[in-house]
């Protein structure tokens, strides 16, 4: 069934209203017709329904409530993804799979090694994409949660937030065969924590931005034996994870 995410003022208890791209994708991409059934989900209050059209048109659809849709998709482990600036196709796939995979956040950031640079006069416009993207993968992944997409000017600015956890994905790591650290982060873990994962871009990380994460309590972790492509990494993770705290349990 398909899903849309909903704004709080187009949501009451008994109908919601979609608009603009979304009416369009239900009248001419999906084709529906009056009686048929969508889900939505409250972006603020994250309930998801099941509701049945009852007047469509091109740029205004307003469907009945039938019933409440109790599913739990949520990853256990709030992990918000910070990625180092990489070419932007490779970025948008880093949030597409994230954003399957259960990724509560995405944060990029600038660093030295990174081969694009953030123009922020098209800053707008481009984070307008990204949460577009992110929304699409949320409707086809059935998720309750829609991540975030922000961007940091370097790796300082990511310090500010709390987490439970900070870890910075590192190669060096790797290189140096400490592959059980992730065992060992893994095991730290409870349900509901926050962790802030770090990734660096197509060149890696600097000496110095290495240095400056672990110097602020960051945990290097390796993610095996092989160096990943700076945007199969964070699937990677979030994978792992996933495997960790749902399908072992």
Request: glycine share 6%; hydrophobic share 40%; with cysteine.
């Amino acid at each position: 069934m398909q899903r849309y995410f909903i704004e709080q003022n187009e949501w009451t208890k008994q109908t919601v209203t979609l608009t603009g791209e979304q009416a369009k994708h239900i009248a001419k991409v999906m084709r529906m017709r009056e009686g048929d059934k969508v889900v939505c989900v409250n972006k603020e209050d994250q309930l998801a329904g099941v509701f049945r059209i009852q007047s469509i048109a091109e740029q205004h659809v307003i469907a009945e409530f039938e019933e409440e849709l109790l599913s739990d998709v949520e990853l256990g482990i709030h992990v918000t993804i910070a990625q180092a600036d990489i070419k932007g196709d490779k970025f948008e796939y880093v949030l597409q799979k994230g954003t399957e995979l259960g990724a509560s956040r995405f944060h990029g950031f600038s660093a030295k090694h990174s081969v694009v640079k953030w123009d922020h006069k098209k800053q707008d416009k481009k984070l307008s994409r990204y949460q577009k993207i992110v929304q699409e993968a949320a409707e086809q992944s059935e998720r309750l949660v829609l991540p975030s997409v922000m961007h940091f000017p370097n790796v300082d600015s990511l310090l500010s937030d709390s987490y439970d956890h900070r870890w910075i994905i590192s190669e060096v790591a790797a290189r140096d065969g400490k592959h059980d650290a992730l065992h060992g982060a893994m095991q730290q873990l409870q349900h509901g924590d926050r962790l802030l994962a770090v990734f660096g871009p197509e060149g890696g990380f600097s000496e110095e931005e290495h240095e400056r994460l672990v110097k602020e309590g960051f945990q290097q972790v390796s993610l095996g034996p092989r160096i990943l492509r700076a945007e199969t990494a964070s699937p990677a993770l979030l994978s792992m994870i996933s495997y960790q705290f749902e399908l072992m349990r």
